[in-house]
């Protein structure tokens, strides 16, 4: 490193489990989209533990349409410099030079997006090729282990974002989780087939079936816009929440994010959940997914 | 003699890797979010973890006085990276109106190495552990920049620079041992409950 501050000797950066360990240490928190570095400062000071810099909100990228892309540099900078706590920008699906850029950057974590525009229908980004860690949507169990297989070190299920409507990000955790414990229910010869099935690599499937557990974080987003939203996905299983369009489309941001805070930490108290409820002001208007046509849809991008 | 019983603060952050650690060497560990939770242990790991959001959690929800009395009371306590940050009596780098519990006379520098690209793991000597070295993993960590006269340093980077800290009952770390499967930091604080 030519970083003043590195140690000297015979350090390791960009390990496994250097890039699983910020995931780990995330956990119990939430991660909120901004578009500005106010918004960055309005979402610490709330209690986020990571903010999510792009330019759009998805409520907008959906609304606007068009491609959406890596957001300027100008933006990301003007955010890491904003906030103490750790940033994490997109870049989108196969698209290794925006990752390339984004880690020159020195954002703490890229998030492979369905939100953006596919940058390529048919291979995601080589992960294990960055030392900056990567986060990646799935919808089910294979999906997230091809991402992990590819080098993510942090999971979200997809959700649908931009919707405010939690129900595909309840469908998507709960799959996830159900077939994780399918797999635990397995017998070891069985195992084999279930790998072909999950399209996924057999020492990681039986990994899983063994640990109960996804190898890295597990966090959920997509249509998350109140604290009863945020503790359903704990109650879920969820290790952590990302909120995208759901603060900054409210009435009152501030006091909506600071109150998904407490309910992702106390999410199994209906009274701390009820108290966090209360006063929010508007909450995102959004649409529901039912009324969103196919091919409108986030959550089909990545496979 | 029954097991020593030990809070795991877990408000945000790897609260469940400490459990596991410390289930794993046969301490009664749970989990403490409520001021009634504290009461009823023995001593507190605070976990690694964002160290804003469990400053604001722990007083939204009034943990902090608690928390503090108890360090006051002599209660061992064990921090991990945002841990140390919350033990230590000054903190550099905080945001706006950020808090710690304090305790440890120290000055800690949040986010010392710069971002993710510069979290890293390497070797540690540290004597009172035996002669083994301690892998440790460092992730956005901070480091003891200044030791006051109450606390002693317990190990070093290379160039010198303090990475874990003890002061009587108090130990703090800036790095995690709670994810690298060596748990001998952990069995040192529970010998601190005995």
Same mark, same amino acid.
Do not use: C
């Given at each position: 490193m030519t970083d003043s501050t590195a140690n000297t000797g015979n350090?390791?950066?960009?390990?496994?489990?250097?890039?699983?360990?910020?995931?780990?240490?995330?956990?119990?928190?939430?991660?909120?989209?901004?578009?500005?570095a106010d918004q960055a400062k309005i979402a610490e000071d709330a209690g986020?533990?990571?903010?999510?810099?792009?330019?759009?909100?998805?409520?907008?990228i959906r609304a606007q349409g068009g491609v959406a892309r890596m957001s300027d540099p100008d933006l990301i900078e003007q955010i890491i410099e904003s906030v103490s706590i750790p940033v994490m920008a997109k870049a989108r699906i196969g698209h290794f030079v925006e990752a390339q850029v984004l880690q020159a950057l020195k954002v703490d974590y890229i998030d492979e997006s369905e939100v953006l525009s596919p940058a390529d229908y048919v291979n995601h980004i080589d992960k294990w090729d960055f030392t900056v860690p990567f986060v990646c949507g799935a919808t089910n169990l294979g999906e997230a282990l091809r991402r992990i297989t590819e080098g993510a070190a942090m999971i979200r299920s997809k959700g649908e974002a931009g919707t405010g409507d939690v129900s595909e990000a309840t469908k998507h955790i709960?799959?996830?989780?159900?077939?994780?414990?399918?797999?635990?229910?397995?017998?070891?010869?069985?195992?084999?087939?279930?790998?072909?099935?999950?399209?996924?690599?057999?020492?990681?499937?039986?990994?899983?079936?063994?640990?109960?557990?996804?190898?890295?974080?597990?966090?959920?987003?997509?249509?998350?816009?109140?604290?009863?939203?945020?503790?359903?996905?704990?109650?879920?299983g969820a290790d952590g929440v990302f909120v995208g369009s759901g603060i900054f489309k409210s009435g009152e941001p501030a006091k909506r994010a600071a109150a998904i805070v407490r309910a992702t930490t106390f999410y199994d108290d209906p009274a701390a959940i009820a108290d966090a409820s209360r006063g929010l002001g508007e909450a995102m208007v959004g649409i529901n997914v039912a009324d969103v046509p196919a091919p409108h849809r986030l959550a089909t991008r990545g496979w | 003699m029954a097991a020593p019983s030990v809070g795991v603060l877990a408000l945000q952050g790897d609260f469940r890797e400490h459990l596991a650690v410390l289930r794993g060497l046969g301490a009664d560990a749970?989990?403490?979010?409520?001021p009634e939770e504290l009461a009823g242990v023995d001593g507190l790991v605070i976990p690694g973890g964002e160290s804003t959001v469990m400053d604001k959690l722990s007083r939204a929800f009034g943990m902090a006085e608690p928390i503090k009395a108890a360090i006051a009371d002599g209660m061992p306590v064990y921090g991990t990276c945002a841990g140390l940050i919350? $033990?230590?009596?000054? +903190? *550099?780098?905080?945001?706006? @109106?950020?808090?710690?519990?304090?305790? $440890?006379?120290?000055? +800690? *520098?949040?986010?010392?190495? @710069?971002?993710?690209?510069?979290?890293?793991?390497t070797d540690l000597d540290i004597p009172e552990l035996g002669d083994a070295p301690l892998h440790a993993v460092f992730i956005r960590a901070p480091i003891v920049e200044e030791l006051g006269a109450k606390a002693h340093s317990l190990a070093e980077l290379e160039d010198g620079r303090v990475v874990a800290v003890e002061q009587g009952n108090l130990l703090g770390t800036s790095f995690h041992p709670e994810v690298t499967g060596d748990t001998r930091f952990h069995e040192y604080f529970l010998t601190k409950l005995r």
């Open positions: 350090d390791s950066f960009g390990t496994s489990r250097v890039k699983r360990g910020l995931a780990e240490m995330l956990k119990g928190g939430v991660i909120m989209d901004v578009v500005t986020a533990v990571a903010v999510m810099a792009l330019e759009r909100v998805p409520a907008d709960r799959t996830i989780k159900g077939e994780i414990a399918a797999l635990g229910a397995k017998s070891a010869d069985e195992l084999y087939v279930a790998a072909k099935e999950l399209q996924a690599p057999y020492d990681l499937v039986v990994e899983v079936a063994r640990s109960g557990r996804l190898p890295v974080v597990l966090f959920t987003a997509g249509g998350v816009a109140t604290p009863a939203d945020a503790a359903l996905m704990m109650q879920l | 749970r989990p403490v979010r409520r919350m $033990l230590a009596d000054t +903190v *550099r780098d905080r945001i706006e @109106g950020q808090e710690s519990f304090g305790g $440890l006379d120290v000055v +800690v *520098r949040r986010n010392a190495f @710069g971002t993710q690209l510069d979290s890293f793991e």
